[in-house]
């Protein structure tokens, strides 16, 4: 994970105990949602990473 993903996956977290702090379920609910898509997305260019190291 480079420094720009780390930066961008403390926000997501951060942002998530905020909203639970707060009281805004629905809000925490959604930033869950945006974590697991972030985590998909950086999942998704390891393997992709992964497959071109193995072709060649």
Known sequence: MNKYNLV???????????????????????????LCAFLLSLILIELVALNKKMKR
Do not use: E, K, P, T
Request: aromatic share 14%; net charge negative; proline share 0%.
């Open 8 to 34: 961008a996956f403390v926000i997501i977290v951060v942002s998530i105990g905020w909203s639970m702090f707060v009281g805004d379920m629905l809000q925490a609910i959604v930033n869950v949602g945006f």
